[in-house]
């Protein structure tokens, strides 16, 4: 491949196979991710979609393949010191994963204070200003997460994720747990923060809505692999089963009013 | 990832300031610099000019220094005109003009003095609260064993089965060993200090009555406080944050009943068992330095073993026992409840939990002293 074609990627997995024991979860899988886009990933429930995202960034390891993230290959060692992309990413966890004993505004300074060298004046106005940027206000910050609700969780988390200006964020299941008021919220804030940041964003994700409103691209995980990927009007025109399915079934339907 | 620059140019009564390069994090350092440097000259100009063309890199923390430059220029109520805005950054730039609007509210230092007796204060009724959390808990306790003897079929059997097996039959091998080595350590101590006035034959009485009388159960209950006791509080602790302790109250079960009196239980019935095999590892060990150490055979040490003890003895070690476990038990529990959600409180809670428990337990040994001294034991 010519480098400059590989230049546009911001994620490029090629055969990559991943296994727990004698079970085969991703099965020779490709993807590739373009640089600026939001891409959705949808899936089975338990078909390896945190899988795969969790192979990328090397918490798993794996048995075969390569990964490369802004064309540099990620080891899948786990030794997170190594980690040569570490600064380049942003992770949002599904649960926040947020560090339970540092008030909201430290989370969010954490890997600032860690990675640059900073006067404690520009950390604090930085960490303000993201966490305005996600829509918190000032008295939030003095919060510890276990007095946050699961929406201001899952904001913090994304600060977080954005402290360090990353060039890729990874979202779990942003918006699984919110009610849709506030999951349309989140995502038009991912939506605006891509803007403006010019974010590259990887989204596993199961709600229909996100997928149709901010993603470029949608990738289905199907059988350990990459079965159809493409913007939203390809995937509801995709022949395969599952996909079918997921994107014509019972559910999905409901989201139509019922012709009386 | 050209460095940035910041030039400054005079116009007129007023500045030009052209930011070229990347305005990245990365060059953090000789950004905050170069906007440093430009305060004074910005202060004393009346209009200021901001030409962004010349970014070839721009990030928050660069807009965000951007930002304060011309912030500070009308703060100080003279004209910013900010061009040049390429559309890439446009968005960016605005997010930044919206944000850190609010100055934060200065946080008041309190008096040192006052502080203190706060403090003091604070202490004071935590104790109390720590007396009052005891309390409530040894009463639910009760209450719930009264329920139980009437419904003698809501106990948990297997629960408390594993309980059991986690707590006593698992600690019998360390509990062995410490004790055998603290029985044989009292009787080297015994025989090489005693042998200078030739009253060695009493070391075998110092060992005896100090085993069964005091350090047999008191060892094994601080054992157990460190061993059982902070797995409970960590374990209850870890209910507690995942919610699994709401989980119960709201199928209308009572935590006390399903998680705590089997824990409390197998304590009590765990801790006289396990002080029982740790005497007697404490006397074997004891019996085993006599014969290499003190040139006494078994024959003659279990002689004066038996002359030197009574079952008396042998009680006054044994009835602490239980009532050292429901300490144990009942502050372990009650501190795993009190853990609240974050990773740190449940270390603090079981830190607590074993620090307060081993002090409980020496503190019901002296209290036990006193109380046997006084009725002749």
Known sequence: MMPEEAQQFAIRVHDLVVGFGRQVVLDHLSLDVRKGEILGLVGASGGGKSVLMRTIIGLIPRQSGEIEVMCRPISGALDRGTQPAAGSWGILFQQGALFSSLTVRQNVQFPLRENLVLSQALVDEIATAKLEMVGLTQPDGDKFPSELSGGMTKRVALARALALDPAIVFLDEPTSGLDPIAAGEFDALIKTLQQTLGLTVFMVTHDLASLNTVCDRVAALADGKIVAIGSMRDLLQSEHPWVRAYFHGKRSQMLQPKAS | MSSPLLTATATGDGIELRPVGSWTAAHVKSLEALSDGVAAELDRSRSVKLDLAGLSELDTLGAWLIEKLSRRVLAAGHRADVTGIADDYA?????????????????????????????????????????????????SLFLVLVGMLRRPRSLRITSLVYQLYKVGWQAIPIMVLITFLIGAIIAQQGFFHFRRFGAESYTVDMVGILVLRELGVLIVAIMVAGRSGSAYTAELGSMKMREEIDALLTMGLDPVEVLILPRVVALVIALPILSFIGSVAALYGGGLIAQFYGDMGPPIYIARLHEAISVTHFEVGIIKAPFMALVIGVVACSEGLRVKGSAESLGRQTTTSVVKSIFLVIVLDGLFAVFFASIGM
């Open chain 2, 91 to 139: 968005g960016l730039i605005e997010e930044m003009h919206q944000v850190n609007r609010h100055s934060s509210a200065p946080i008041a230092t309190p008096n040192p003095v006052l502080a203190r007796l706060g403090d003091l204060g604070r202490s004071a009724s935590n104790a109390t609260e720590d007396v009052a959390v005891f309390l409530q808990m040894l009463g």
